[in-house]
């Protein structure tokens, strides 16, 4: 006799039993931080600097009023005149400070996917030209979809313009560098072009910053060069090799060293327009 055929044994799990995955843990919100002691430091400064040069200021005024009501008036108008002119610059710096900070902003509520497209319509509006492209987004839904269009729309044009800058400022430095007798000259020249193409790709984002803007996006551009710092590296390891070789160093001359100085300011075009850019390449 043969035995019956084993029947598949089927068990249902209780669908009310609690699910056995680990507890989502979050980590605990930073706690806001204080001012620091250079803030607090430079605030005094400006207080002290403000009051103490108001007072000054109204005294020379009076003074030349007791004097006679030309020169008090006189002295009144190249005040008032001196005054608006600096409230302006520190308008344009303050604006320009606000403007590094928005990039920031941007760049955070494009990766939130609750709030890309609301960005990416925020930001065309800063850019000219940008009305088609910003009709269509307003037709879609995906944030992927909307990231891939400002990536291979305005950013990758805005980075195409920068690496252009770029050029010229290594086309620039080549020869000037080259012609230099100095080593200390060079690092001058490098450091000021640097700057200016900074500055210049700064204003290709409708970007216009002052002394302590500029300063802030310098931070700014070394922090998205030491992206690429390894190709920076080795371009450099590459063309020591070339100065330190006796033969080819007679060869090559001082091209070597300006070809550097060149490479780097491509470097630098690309690390500023990724600094100044809110989207990520």
């Known amino acids: 006799m043969t035995e019956p055929p084993i029947q598949p044994r089927i068990e249902v799990l209780d669908p009310t039993a609690g699910r056995l995955d680990a507890p989502l843990i979050l980590p605990p919100a930073e706690p806001a931080r204080p001012i620091g002691t250079n803030a607090l430091a430079n605030i005094g400064h400006a207080i002290l600097l403000t009051g103490f040069g108001a007072h000054a200021i109204a005294n020379i005024i009076t003074d030349q009023f007791a004097r006679g009501p030309a020169l008090g008036w006189i002295t009144l108008a ?10 302006a610059a520190i308008t344009r710096e303050l604006r320009a400070l606000l403007r590094l900070a928005a990039v920031d902003h941007l760049r955070t509520r494009l990766a939130n996917r609750a709030t890309t497209r609301e960005a990416a319509l ?5 850019l000219p030209d940008t009305e088609a492209l910003a009709a269509t987004l307003r037709t879609l839904n995906d944030p992927d979809a909307i990231r891939a269009l ?3 729309g305005p950013a990758a044009d805005l980075r195409t313009r920068a690496e252009t800058l770029g050029q010229q400022a290594a086309l620039g430095t ?13 690092a001058a020249v490098v450091a000021w072009r640097g700057i200016r193409l900074i500055r210049d790709i700064a204003a290709l984002h409708n970007m216009r910053p002052g002394l302590f803007a500029t300063v802030a996006l310098l931070r700014r551009t070394l922090n998205a060069a030491s992206l690429t710092a ?3 590296v080795a371009v450099d390891t590459a063309m020591r090799m070339i100065i330190s070789h006796p033969t080819l160093a007679r060869l090559a001359g001082d ?24 989207v990520d390449e």
């Open 150 to 152: 400002l990536r291979d």
């Open 78 to 87: 190249v005040a008032v005149l001196g005054t608006t002119l600096l409230a």
């Open 230 to 232: 390894i190709t920076n």
């Open 122 to 126: 925020d930001w065309l509006a800063t």
């Open 255 to 278: 091209a070597a060293g300006a070809s550097v100085a060149a490479r780097r300011m491509i470097v630098l075009s690309r690390a500023a327009a990724a600094a100044c850019s809110p």
């Open 174 to 186: 080549f020869a000037l560098t080259a012609a230099m007798p100095s080593p200390t000259l060079d």
